[in-house]
């Protein structure tokens, strides 16, 4: 029987874990005395900012994302003034994110990079949340200004990459991921991207190539064995297609959905004549 070959599994875009930014917010002074009714306002304002930032921050370490995003809210209401204005818009985006509020989460972002336009971090999760909501045109955008900004930043070469690769823009996607490449040639899940790149435009000695490179610095990466499998097949050699079936089913039982595919092409394969 002939084998329908299998689109090549993306890696899935999970959500960089944000961390509170409290490197970017100090302890308040010591404030001197006064009788000036605005200054006294100020005062209170800044005590008000600095003890939610204690409370909110407590609550991210805490994983109490609820608790978090009341403190947060609370502090931007009050219009504090930079770092700590940016700063609280891009923790109550960590607490938005992590309780599935994702375009509240993207909002806040964008507010955090309206105060601070070179705010990195910002940017990166923004990226990322902006790939939840599907968004695409805008995660492009973003990730421009990150690799504008930061021309050899990992993160942001990965990030540019990913949304080329799904826009398709395959000459973006080849670049970033081999100048990422280039920098670190150690990460073995951006030769798995550059692999499926590859792949995409029919370049498929180069795609075994990227997916074996990922392979020797990952031996348990079940997609990029999965994907070596397709390339496999593609070339005629069904017995390391079924090798590389059956070792990507070993080492997928974390993610249902490739195990079944795995599964299901090394049966086709030991079955068929």
């Known amino acids: 029987m002939r084998l329908a070959l299998l689109p090549l599994v993306l890696a899935g875009l999970i959500v960089c874990e944000m961390p509170a930014s409290a490197q970017t917010y100090s ?16 005062q209170a304002v800044a005590r008000a900012v600095h003890e939610r930032f204690r409370i909110g921050l407590a609550a991210l370490d805490a994983r109490d994302w609820g608790r978090a995003a009341t403190q947060f809210e609370a502090i ?6 930079e770092p ?12 938005q994110a992590n309780l599935g509020q994702n375009d509240a989460a993207a909002a ?33 955008a973003v990730a421009d200004r990150f690799v504008a900004l930061a021309p050899d930043s990992a993160r942001a070469l990965y990030s540019r990459g990913l949304i080329a690769l799904r826009m ?23 030769h798995y991207d550059l692999g499926v ?5 029919g370049a498929f000695g180069a ?4 997916f074996a490179n990922a392979l020797v610095l990952a031996p348990a990466y079940a997609r990029a064995r999965f994907a070596l499998g397709t390339i496999f097949l593609r070339e005629g050699k069904r017995a390391q297609a079924l090798a590389a079936f059956e070792r990507a089913a070993r080492d997928s039982s974390n993610d249902p959905t490739l195990h079944g595919l795995a599964i299901a092409m090394r049966d086709a394969i030991a079955t068929s004549h």
């Open 168 to 190: 398709g823009n395959f000459t973006v996607a080849r670049s970033d991921f081999a100048k990422l490449l280039s920098n670190d040639p150690s990460y073995a899940v951006a």
């Open 197 to 201: 790149t590859e792949a995409r435009i």
């Open 27 to 42: 302890s308040a002074r010591p404030i001197p005395a006064t009788t000036s009714i605005p200054a006294l306002h100020a």
């Open 207 to 210: 795609a075994e190539h990227e």
């Open 84 to 95: 700590k204005g940016s700063t609280a818009w891009y923790d109550l985006a960590i607490a």
């Open 108 to 140: 806040s972002l964008t507010a955090a990079l309206a105060l601070d336009h070179a705010f990195l971090a910002a940017m990166a999760n923004l990226i990322a949340v902006d790939l939840r909501r599907n968004d695409v045109r805008d995660a492009r």
């Open 76 to 81: 931007v209401a009050l219009r504090p003034p």
